[in-house]
Structures are given as C-alpha cells and as structure tokens.
C-alpha cells in the first residue's frame, strides 16, 4: 500500500507563488511516474504537470512558464513550484504516482488527499 501526503496550499493574492510537495510511503520499488492534477469546483479533474522516472516533464497549457514540477527521488517526494498564480489556478491539487511496489508488479496509480489552492486578492 502507498501513502501520497500533499502540504504547502493556501491562499495567495494573484501574481502571487506557492509550492507543493506530494511525499509517497510505504511499499515502493519503484515510481515509474509522479504528476499533479486539479478539479475547481464544478469541473472536471485535469492534469496540470508530470514527471516521469527519467525525468521528462510535461506541462498543460494553461500552466506552461508558470509551473514548474521536480522531484526528489531519493526523498520520492515531487514538486510543483507555481508561480504568477491567477485566480482561475483556483482548485484542490491532488498529487498522483504511478507506483510498482515490486520487481515483478506492475505499476499503480495512488491518489494523495488533495490541498487546497486560492488565488484571490
């Protein structure tokens, strides 16, 4: 079983930073890939930013130049830096990882709790 614990939401005034860090526990191996995704109220959840094991990163176009997504993977610990925050940045960021808990498993996805994110002046 693995654990995903987000910290470092809040409220931000526009134009604002904030970052986020998504800690994975328990049975890993190996995480094959680490991502982060947000759901504003009333919409669908979308992927914001990911990185996989070699380190490739990949961006929504709304966050591109804004965010930035990291990992250490000594610490198995990601992170998405968000920076010229606006107001439609505004949702609960969940943090994901594709995680092998053995050699010869295959990868599964976990889902951390969620923080929350307000930009607002």
């Known amino acids: 079983q693995v654990q995903l614990v987000e910290s470092g939401g809040g409220l931000v005034q526009p134009g604002g930073s904030l970052r986020l860090s998504c800690a994975a526990s328990g049975s890993i191996f190996s995480i094959n890939a680490m991502g982060w995704y947000r759901q504003a109220p009333g919409k669908q959840r979308e992927l914001v930013a990911a990185?996989?094991?070699?380190?490739?990163?990949s961006y929504s176009d709304s966050v591109k130049g804004r965010f930035t997504i990291s990992r250490d993977y000594a610490k198995n610990t990601a992170y998405l830096q968000m920076n010229v925050l606006k107001p439609e940045d505004t949702a609960v960021y969940y943090c994901?990882?594709?995680?092998?808990?053995?050699?010869?498993?295959?990868?599964?996805?976990?889902w951390g709790q969620g923080t929350q994110v307000t930009v607002s002046a």
């Open positions: 990185i996989t094991s070699g380190g490739s990163t």
């Open positions: 994901n990882a594709l995680v092998r808990s053995d050699w010869f498993k295959a990868a599964v996805g976990s």
